[in-house]
Nanobody, 123 residues
Framework: QVQLVESGGGLVQAGGSLRLSCAAS????????MGWFRQAPGKEREFVSA????????YYADSVKGRFAISRDNAGNRVYLQMNSLKPEDTAVYSC????????????????WGQGTQVTVSS
């Protein structure tokens, strides 16, 4: 079955950096767009970033543009989210998701989801 497993979360001070990784199995990774979403306590899940199946068509939420960078390794079945200049408002559970062929900004475009990894940014 399809599995998406996130790693790399943790506690970091404001201004710091983290690199999230999502390992995919059980699917032909190279034909899936991948996305990162986050959910803070008491808030709805929101889009963070997405990348198309070939590494093109990259999107970012306005709130992370210029600070976060998404990338993927199709040979290794992984997608990454480099997060720099972290802010306390970035605190959330970050989940990766897979969408056939191309990712996008909408939750309903994604068929498969990981369990998430906690990111906590202290002020």
């Amino acid at each position: 079955q399809v599995q998406l497993v996130e790693s790399g979360g943790g506690l970091v001070q404001a201004g710091g950096s983290l690199r999230l990784s999502c390992a995919a199995s059980g699917l032909t990774f190279s034909i899936y767009g991948m996305g990162w979403f986050r959910q803070a306590p008491g808030k709805e899940r929101e889009f963070v970033s997405a990348i198309g199946y070939s590494g093109g068509n990259i999107y970012y939420a306005d709130s992370v543009k210029g600070r976060f960078a998404i990338s993927r390794d199709n040979a290794g079945n992984r997608v990454y989210l480099q997060m720099n200049s972290l802010k306390p408002e970035d605190t959330a559970v970050y989940s990766c998701a897979a969408a056939r062929f191309s990712g996008g900004t909408r939750i309903e475009q994604y068929a498969y989801w990981g369990q998430g990894t906690q990111v906590t940014v202290s002020s």
